[in-house]
């Protein structure tokens, strides 16, 4: 009885010392660093914390402390010069999930990713080693490279292929487009599908619940409220008491409310006459219906319209709305833009513009971005522009 009791003291010390030991953050970094300050932050949602700062002395850093559980950080090297205000141009920033764990970091600065994308200056990624949290991230990403490869590819193509020639030369190859985008689409529901497997196998690892998170954070969601509730619960019974449970299930509950299916909500917008009329008086039912968001301000909304002008004049007669919904702050600039662009269909204005039910109730933080609804007025397709939107009527309307 003696030796057990000293077994489960022994066994009870290791945890408390593994759980003590916190993580230490080794690094060395080659070039002109001799006095660079070190950051490391915590990712939050609207801006990173720093959670702890060192000098680079002798190309070293050391950063010490503890989390509570691992989680998604970054490193900035801040290379400004003593006394002057730091320069992003001479900020470098590497993610990766930090642990309680020994890790260390090898980077060259001059190599290293910067805060502004140089086409130029060839980037390496850090050498971070010690975080078993981020050996998992990074085998995910080996196993999916050859489907990002392929999406960087198609990406290429759209923008070459399809995108230059209809804003340089005012030419849509709108076949050529479709066939870019339905190749994508396949690619995208592989990716999909690996991904939701390495979630369901790795249920107990922050890089899981992180990627559920991810699907429900941002103006698009590819799910239906029944599949928003199952993943949130896939991850409960893992992280349910944490803060971070918390703040999926917050996420979880914005991203139902524009989720697959779901009934378009009522809000209250200024028509061209400024009058206040609800949504549901100008959305038609049986027909599809595009919520085009958008604003006089916004180049490639601007740009996209003259697609949209012979999209309406090809559909409108076979059952397809566009109702245009502008974030403009101020009247003037909404109507002139209406009026310049020769927007004939319906054209609507948040009164609040991006601080308002737009934002709030349809999760619209940036524009350009489009809802389509089916012909019950449910939520059916997100983010169909240019091409994507010709892939959608085609197939819709079977042409």
């Known amino acids: 009885m003696r030796n057990m009791f000293f077994v489960l003291l022994s066994v009870l010390l290791f945890s408390a010392c593994q759980f003590d030991k916190g993580y230490t953050v080794t690094g060395t970094i080659a070039g002109e660093v001799e006095g660079a300050?070190?950051?490391?932050?915590?990712?939050?949602?609207?801006?990173?914390?720093?959670?702890?700062?060192?000098?680079?002395?002798?190309?070293h850093f050391e950063l010490k402390g503890q989390v509570d559980y691992p989680g998604l950080h970054t490193i900035v090297i801040d290379c400004t010069p003593a006394g002057e205000e730091s320069d992003p141009r001479q900020m470098y920033a590497s993610n990766f999930y930090l642990e309680n764990s020994d890790i260390t970091y090898q980077g060259d600065i001059a190599t290293l990713p910067g805060y502004y994308y140089n086409p130029k200056r060839q980037t390496v990624k850090p050498v971070i080693v010690g975080s078993k949290t981020q050996d998992l991230s990074d085998s995910f990403a080996e196993q999916t490279k050859p489907l990002l490869q392929k999406l960087r590819e198609l990406d290429t193509?759209?923008?070459?292929?399809?995108?230059?020639?209809?804003?340089?030369?005012?030419?849509?190859?709108?076949?050529?487009?479709?066939?870019?985008v339905r190749q994508e689409r396949e690619v995208m529901a592989q990716l999909k599908q690996e991904e939701l497997a390495f979630i369901q196998a790795n249920l107990n690892s922050v890089v899981a619940l992180?990627?559920?998170?991810?699907?429900?954070?941002?103006?698009?969601?590819?799910?239906?409220?029944?599949?928003v509730d199952e993943m949130t619960l896939w991850v409960e019974p893992h992280w349910g008491t944490t803060p971070l449970y918390a703040q999926l299930k917050e996420a979880a509950q914005s991203a139902k409310r524009v989720a697959l299916g779901e009934k378009f909500k009522e809000i209250e917008l200024l028509n061209e006459q400024g009058e206040l009329v609800k949504l549901s008086s100008v959305v038609d039912s049986g027909k599809y219906v595009m919520l085009e968001f958008w604003a006089s301000w916004c180049g490639p909304c601007r740009g996209e319209i003259p697609h949209l002008r012979r999209v309406n004049e090809a559909y409108a007669g076979d059952g397809f709305k566009i109702i245009s919904i502008s974030v403009d702050s101020n009247d003037q600039e909404w109507l002139q833009a209406v009026g310049e662009e020769n927007m004939s269909w319906t054209q609507l204005r948040d009164p609040k513009g991006m601080e308002g039910a737009v934002r709030d109730v349809y999760n619209v933080y940036g524009v350009p971005t489009c809802i389509i609804l089916n012909r019950e007025g449910r939520i059916f397709k997100t983010n169909m522009r240019g091409a994507y939107l010709d892939a959608f009527l085609v197939e819709a309307f079977q042409r």
């Open 210 to 227: 992180d990627k559920v998170r991810n699907y429900f954070q941002g103006m698009y969601v590819d799910f239906t409220v029944d599949q």
């Open 37 to 59: 300050r070190v950051y490391l932050k915590r990712i939050e949602l609207m801006e990173p914390v720093v959670i702890d700062s060192a000098v680079i002395a002798n190309g």
């Open 157 to 180: 193509r759209y923008m070459q292929e399809y995108l230059k020639p209809y804003f340089d030369e005012k030419i849509e190859k709108t076949e050529l487009g479709i066939d870019i």
